[in-house]
Structures are given as C-alpha cells and as structure tokens.
Nanobody, 126 residues
Framework: VQLQASGGGLLQAGESRGLSCAVS????????MSWFRQAPGKERNFVAG????????SYSDSVKGRFTISRNNARNAMYLQMNTLKIEDTAVYYC????????????????????WGQGTQVTVSS
C-alpha cells in the first residue's frame, strides 16, 4: 500500500482545512488508516484513525470534536477534515496504514504502522 498526503497550507486560527490521502496498491484485508502529525522537535503523534473496511474511527483527545476522519473505498482515499484550527495544530501531517488480521482497536503508536505517506505541512497562525 502506498500513500500520498496532500492539502496542507498556511491558515489562520479558527479556519478549516481538509487533508486527503491517496491510497494505492492492494487494500485487501483488515487495514487501519490513520493520520499522525509531528511538530518541530516533537514526537510523531496519533491524530485520528479509521478501519478501511468497517469505517470505525478513533481520535486523539486534542482533536476530538474538531477533526473528522473518513474514507472513500471506491476512490481509494482517506480524508481529514480539520475545523476550528488552533496554533497548536501546526505540524507536518502524515497518513499511515497497517494491516491487522483482527482489529481490536485502532493503534495509536506510530511504531505499529508499516506504510507512510510523505507528509503535508499545516501551519496555523494567529
């Protein structure tokens, strides 16, 4: 599975932006697709995840209620709609994927993901 993120940009606090992740390759099986973000000098952190087949979702507390993750299997794409952006949302956003035989919960550790996109920069200013 290959991933390519897009949609980042320079925004003001309070604005909205949608990110896209194009998914190519074989997505047969139980895949989890997630968004992570990494601010300068900080670790890469989980933002939101979705199961490719069933559409179950999970969010980090910092974005819950503001961000929405979704996927379109027919278009082989995953999305992250970001509303009410804050300065602390500034980061490089990555899409990631992992195939899991039996999905009990959506992994939140970047170490568990095997496929990564190249990242897209989101900068939020006041």
């Amino acid at each position: 599975v290959q991933l390519q993120a897009s949609g980042g940009g320079l925004l003001q606090a309070g604005e909205s932006r949608g990110l896209s992740c194009a998914v190519s390759g074989h997505t047969d099986g139980n895949y989890v697709m997630s968004w992570f973000r990494q601010a300068p000098g900080k670790e890469r952190n989980f933002v939101a995840g979705v199961t490719w087949r069933g559409g179950a979702t999970s969010y980090s507390d910092s974005v819950k209620g503001r961000f929405t993750i979704s996927r379109n299997n027919a278009r082989n794409a995953m999305y992250l709609q970001m509303n009410t952006l804050k300065i602390e949302d500034t980061a490089v956003y990555y899409c990631a994927a992992v195939k899991i035989p039996f999905i009990v919960e959506i992994p939140t550790s970047s170490d568990e993901y095997t496929n990564w996109g190249q990242g897209t920069q989101v900068t939020v200013s006041s």
